[in-house]
């Protein structure tokens, strides 16, 4: 069955410091993946998904095939970047998301 | 602007209750979900419908019963409500996959149940 796995509950930074929250998925064809964000207090909304490799907010994120991974980068952490992150990945051949189990990041001052 | 909107954000229920929590989109969207969102054990998809009157299982449709008898409108349904079922809800909605390319899910805010 296909997995999304984030290996981090927790991620804790600095403002301007590097931020990496980690995706690992298990499909052997190719992947459709994404990032969804969740701010405080908002609903959950798409952050990015690699098919259109853009750079919102700052935030990229490369699909690495060998790796099997979909992490998700941004150079240098604003405190309004502190949400709940929730990496996922399309169901095949279907419009079924599976999500991981999301990784909160935290960007103090 | 794109709407998903729930009936409650906050609901508060007895064992043994049945449950009705309601999600109406208005993008005309084909596809509607109903997951669950738990501390650690990130999101999880209780049942989806594709179409009018539609419906198929997800990971953990147990306990769980959908309708969907007009396109903008998907209920979920907890026929026994069970302490275990305390959980955040979350409705989305999507538009078909067209050519391939896949149509972002779009949330509601949330409905906080909470059974006593």
């Known amino acids: 069955a296909q997995r999304v796995t984030q290996p981090e509950k927790l991620l804790s930074v600095f403002k301007g410091a590097p931020v990496e929250l980690k995706c690992n998925y298990s499909?052997?064809?190719?992947?459709?993946l994404f990032w969804y964000v969740q701010y405080s207090r908002q609903r959950l909304q798409l952050l990015l998904r690699h098919i259109s490799r853009e750079s919102i907010k700052g935030f990229t994120a490369d699909l690495n095939k060998g790796e099997t991974s979909f992490h998700l980068k941004k150079p240098f952490a604003q405190e309004e970047d502190s949400a709940m992150y929730y990496c996922?990945?399309?169901?095949?051949?279907?419009?079924?998301?599976?999500f991981g189990t999301g990784t909160r990041l935290q960007v103090f001052p | 602007d794109v709407k998903v909107t729930q009936s409650s954000r906050y609901l508060v229920k007895r064992t043994g209750e049945k449950v009705f929590l309601e999600c109406v989109q208005d993008?005309?969207?084909?596809?509607m979900f109903w997951y669950r969102q738990d501390p650690g054990l990130g999101l999880r998809l209780i049942y989806f419908?594709?179409?009018?009157?539609?419906?198929e299982k997800g990971d953990i449709p147990e306990g769980y019963s959908v309708s969907r008898e007009k396109k903008e409108r998907f209920s979920l349904i907890l026929e026994s409500a069970s302490t275990n079922q305390t959980s955040m809800y979350l409705c989305a909605s999507s538009s078909d996959l067209l050519a391939g390319v896949y149509n972002e899910q779009f949330f509601g805010p949330g409905t906080r149940l909470t059974v006593l």
């Open positions: 996922a990945s399309l169901s095949y051949n279907t419009d079924k998301l599976i």
């Open positions: 993008m005309d969207h084909e596809n």
């Open positions: 419908s594709y179409d009018v009157k539609m419906k």
């Open positions: 499909y052997s064809g190719s992947p459709e």
